[in-house]
């Protein structure tokens, strides 16, 4: 069993295809199949089930793979970051996050970096969750993930920075405007657009509504925070969101962001495979990212 033969294995997994694997490799589909027949020898099991649409991963494949994956991924890291301790400030930082994080929490952070390390590069990859920042992780991906932080996932580190209070972005011309905090009764009342389906800030928001006796009424739902602020100002109903580093200083005069304490707030910050493992230059980033935020009036929870 060699490194290839689990790189290798672990991308057929993934493509589901030899052939593809092949193209890929620049190799013959007969030499993919070597590496898992070797694979498959030495466990002594099928690891890939074949398919006329291609091939699956066994039980027992799956186990492979994900280890395998979570294996190799680290070794990647720890060579990058030998390799980048060694050229000083040259290299890069890969980031996988939402498409409205880099500009509600990294853009004060993106400009310092640069100007502290103008010859580092830096990488972003939109993720539509937190789920799909984890598996890009899992992966040969990004080093760094921002992240609503949640549940334990395993082999994934998750590292708090901010703590964010809850708003309830409402129309200025509706009476709850004029309040100067929003108590559980009205959210009961409130015709509420809801956020994300499978977020993790759905799922905070849902089970602190649970906890409260509050069942909400909802008939709009929306993919993130921004677009339920626009909709709420656009008078569809009233969004519940975090109150975002330097975003609910000021709605303008359509709107309003009432601060709701009788929520929890929402934790957001890193996920990673390996905090130690990190390159220097990705550290560096993540820690401008955490002094920035904290310069927003947002609680530090740094770790």
Known sequence: MTLDDLRVFVAVCHAGSLSAVARDLGCTQSAVSQHVKRLERETGVALLERHTRGVVPTRAGRVLKAAAAHGI????????????????DVGSV?????????????????????????????????????RGCFDALAGDGPDLAWVTIGERVPGIEQHPVV????VLAVRSDDPLAARRRIEADDLAGIRHIRLPARSTSRAHLDAAFARLGIRDRSDTSVADWDTAILLA???????????????????????????????????????????????????????????????????????
């Open 94 to 130: 890969r980031v996988t996050t939402g498409a409205t994080s880099l500009r509600h929490f990294m853009s004060e952070a993106v400009v310092a970096f640069r100007r502290q390390y103008p010859r580092a590069s830096l990488e972003f990859q939109t993720a539509s969750s937190s």
């Open 73 to 88: 991924a680290g070794l990647d890291l720890a060579v990058r970051s030998i390799q980048e301790s060694a050229r000083g």
């Open 233 to 303: 100002g656009l008078g569809l109903g009233h969004a519940v969101v975090p109150a975002l580093p330097g975003r609910f200083t000021d709605g303008g005069d359509a709107l309003r962001f009432v601060p709701v304490p009788v929520l929890p707030p929402l934790s957001v910050g890193w996920a990673v495979r390996n905090w130690d493992a990190l390159t220097p230059l990705a550290r560096a980033f993540a820690e401008t990212v955490r002094r920035t935020c904290g310069r927003t009036g947002t609680q530090d929870a740094s770790p």
């Open 163 to 166: 703590d964010l209070p809850w």
